[in-house]
C-alpha cells in the first residue's frame, strides 16, 4: 500500500494504471505556515514515496509528520521512496562547524522508518547513516530503454570518472561501449575535458549523470563531442535539479535532453514507476 507526500503526487497515475493501491491522506497547511496531515486508512505495513525536491524542508517535515501518524494509527512496518534525496551532496564537513548534513536527514527519518530507498543517491556510503536498511535503486534499465532506439551501435559515456558506474549499468542494458572523459591539462592555465579510449566520430553518444544543475558539465562534455565529431547527442540524468535556465542551456546544445521524473520538469520524460512500483 503506497502513500503518497506531496513529493509524491506526480507519480499517481501512473502508480494507480499499474495496480498499486493507494492510501488516502490529507495533507495542507495551517495558514501560519505549519503542514498538517491526517492519514485515512488502516493497515499494517505501508510505503510512503516522497521526493524531496524543493521546497525540500517542507517535504521532509511532512514525512516526519506521516511517519509519525502512521505509527500512531498502529502500522507495524514503513518503508520510505524518496527518489531525489535532499541534502545528499551534502555528505562531508569542509569547513570547521559545519553538519554532515544528509547524515542529520537520515537520522531523523530513521525514527520512523523501517526502511529507506532512494534512487541514484548521489554518494551510495552515506545511505549508512540511516539506521535501518537502506538501498541505492538503480534507474539504469528505465534510462537505457527510452535511449534504445536512439543510440543503435552508440556509446555511454559518463562526465568523468565517479559517473562511470552509472554509465557501465545503462551501457549494460543497452549491449553497448561504456567511457568517461577526464580532464586533462592542455597548459598551465586551460584544461580540457576529453573522453577516455574511445573514438566517437560519427557515433550516437548519450552522457548520464545523476544530477544536472547548471547544466554547464553537459554543455562543456556535448560541445567538446561536436567537436571530435559525434552523430547526436544526448544527455540524461536521474535527477534534473535544474538552476534557472539550464534546460534551456543544455537544450540548445544537444539533440534530445530527458531525465527521470524523480523530479517533475518539463523534460522528465523518463518513468521511474516501473522500478518504483515493485518497492509497494
Ligand atoms: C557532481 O558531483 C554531480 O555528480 C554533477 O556532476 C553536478 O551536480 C552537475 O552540476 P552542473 O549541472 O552544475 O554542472
Redesign the pocket.
Known sequence: MFLLGSGGKHFEDELRNMGAEILEAEIKRFPDGEKYVRVMGNGEEATVVSSTFYPQDEKIVELLLLGDALREKGFGKLKLVVPYFAYS?QDRVTKEGEPISVRAVMRALGIYYDELYVFDI?NPETLRFFPGKAVNVSPARVIGEYFRDRLEDGLVLA??K??LERARAIAEVLGLEYSHFEKRRISPTEVEMHPVDVDVNGKNVLIV??????????VRAAELLRKLGAKKIYVSATHG?F?EG?IERVSGAVDELAVTNTIPTPVSRISIVPELVKLG
Open positions: 551532496r548521489h562526465p568523468d565517479g559517473a549523470d545523476d544530477i544536472i544543475s547548471t547544466g554547464g558539465t553537459m535539479v538552476a539550464a
